[in-house]
């Protein structure tokens, strides 16, 4: 994802992300963030699970 991108260009970013959210924010910008991606993992891997299960089950009825 970042293969591309230099040390000049992320601390660029870095410093821009610092101005519009403050040092203040990071942490629970970083916490919420975390939150959201291991809510979506879960959700994904139970949906697996689920169209996993309604498949065994259709191909026991037939």
Not at 34 to 58: L, N
């Amino acid at each position: 994802m970042f293969g591309s991108w230099g040390i000049g260009e992320l601390l660029i970013v870095l410093a821009i992300v610092l101005l519009l959210f403050g040092a203040g924010k990071l942490p629970q910008l970083g916490r919420s963030l975390g939150g959201f991606i291991s809510e979506f993992k879960e959700s994904t891997k139970s949906k697996s699970k689920d169209e996993q299960a309604e498949k065994s089950q259709e191909t026991e009825t037939e």
